[in-house]
C-alpha cells in the first residue's frame, strides 16, 4: 500500500526533489514510531474488541482509501503535503494496535486468565517451541550440563489445561519454569504433560500464562527427525568444545548454535552490555549472516498468533 502510493507521487511536494539537498527523508519515521507504539499499549494493556475492531476496521478502510486516492491524482485528497505521512501512520498504528491486542488477549480474558489468576494447579499439555535455557542466576561457569537444582525456563506451546472441573483446548505460547534435572534435557518439539501451577504473565509479555513446573513431566513420543538430528550435533559441539578452557569453551556453541548453556554467565552479561547478545541468541544459519556481514546488521525479528482457546 505504501509503496504503491509512494510510486505514484502522491504525498510529495509537487516541484520538489525529497532526495536532493543533503535533506533527510523523515515521512516513514511517524509510521515506524506508530506501529511499534500502538503494539507495545495495545500488548501491555490489552484493549477490548471494542478498540481492536475499530483497529481492525481502519486497517481494512486504508486499501479503499488509496484505490480513490490513485483515482484522483496527485490533485486528490492524498497528493496535498502531509497527507500521504498522515493516513499512512494511522495505518500502521492501527496495524500495531490489531497485533499487540490480538497476541495480548488470553493473557486479559477468558478461562485461561482466569485459571492463572487464581492460581490453579493443573496438567497440561506442551510442546517445546525453544531449547530450555539455564538461568543467569543458577548456570554453571564451567560445565555445560545443569545443576539439580538449577532454575530452567523454556517457551512452549500449549494445547491443553485440565483443572478442576474443566478441561480447556488452545493453542497459546507460555512459559515453563522448572528445575535442570526436569527440563533441561528436551528438544523443541517435545510434547510433555505437566503437572503445573498457572500465574498471570507480566505486563507486557508476549506469552498467556506461566506455568511452574511441580512434577517431572512425561515425555510424550519424540521430537521430528530435524530436532533429533539439531540435537546430536549440539550435543557434539559442546562434547568439542570441552577441551577448550572457560570462557571460550562456552562460548563456541553459543556462537555457532546459540547453545548458551555453558555460557559463563560473566560474559553473557559483558555481551548484554556490549549490544552483542544477539550473536549467541540466533541459529546457526543465522549466526553465518551476522558473521559474514562482520556483525553490522542487527538481529530482529517479531512474530505473532491468534491465539483461541475453547472449552468442549
Given amino acids: 500500500m505504501v509503496a504503491v502510493a509512494m510510486e505514484t507521487g502522491l504525498g510529495l511536494p509537487s516541484g520538489s ?22 503494539a507495545a499499549a495495545a500488548g501491555y494493556w490489552g484493549f477490548g474488541p471494542v478498540l481492536l475492531g475499530a483497529a481492525g476496521m481502519v486497517l481494512c478502510a486504508c486499501p479503499v482509501e488509496v484505490l480513490i486516492a490513485l483515482h484522483q491524482g496527485p490533485g486528490g485528497r492524498l497528493g496535498r503535503p502531509g497527507a500521504l505521512v ?6 500502521f498504528l492501527a496495524a500495531g494496535v490489531l497485533v499487540g491486542g490480538a497476541a495480548a488477549r ?9 485459571m492463572a489468576r487464581a492460581h490453579r494447579t493443573v496438567n497440561a499439555e506442551v510442546v517445546l517451541s525453544d531449547d ?9 561457569a564451567a560445565t555445560s550440563g545443569p545443576r539439580e537444582g538449577a532454575t530452567v525456563t523454556a517457551r512452549a506451546r500449549l494445547e491443553a489445561v485440565t483443572g478442576p472441573g474443566r478441561r480447556l483446548r488452545a493453542s497459546v505460547p507460555v512459559l515453563l519454569v522448572g528445575r535442570g534435572s526436569d527440563l533441561a534435557n528436551y528438544l523443541p518439539g517435545q510434547r510433555l504433560s505437566v503437572r503445573a501451577g498457572l500465574a498471570p504473565a507480566g505486563p507486557g509479555d508476549t506469552i498467556a500464562t506461566v506455568l511452574f513446573v511441580r512434577a517431572p513431566p512425561r515425555a510424550r513420543g519424540r521430537p521430528d527427525a530435524v530436532q533429533r538430528a539439531a540435537g546430536w550435533l549440539r550435543a557434539g559441539l559442546r562434547d568439542a568444545a570441552d577441551v577448550v578452557p572457560q ?5 563456541l556453541p553459543a556462537l555457532v548454535v546459540g547453545d548458551t548453556s555453558g555460557l559463563d554467565p560473566g560474559l553473557k552479561d559483558d555481551f548484554r552490555t556490549a549490544g552483542m547478545s544477539h550473536l549467541t541468541a540466533v541459529s546457526g544459519a543465522k549466526d553465518r549472516l551476522a ?20 472449552e468442549p
Fill in 17 to 38: 526533489d525529497a532526495a536532493g539537498g543533503g535533506r533527510l527523508d523523515l515521512r516513514l519515521v511517524g509510521p515506524a514510531v506508530a506501529v511499534w507504539g500502538g
Fill in 86 to 91: 498522515a493516513f499512512v501512520t494511522l495505518a
Fill in 106 to 114: 488470553p493473557r486479559f480474558t477468558g478461562p485461561l486468565a482466569e
Fill in 132 to 140: 530450555p535455557k539455564i538461568s543467569a542466576a543458577a548456570a554453571p
Fill in 247 to 251: 570462557p571460550a569453551g562456552g562460548l
Fill in 291 to 310: 558473521c559474514g556481514s562482520q556483525g553490522r546488521l542487527p538481529h530482529c525479528g517479531c512474530g505473532w498468533i491468534h491465539p483461541t482457546v475453547e
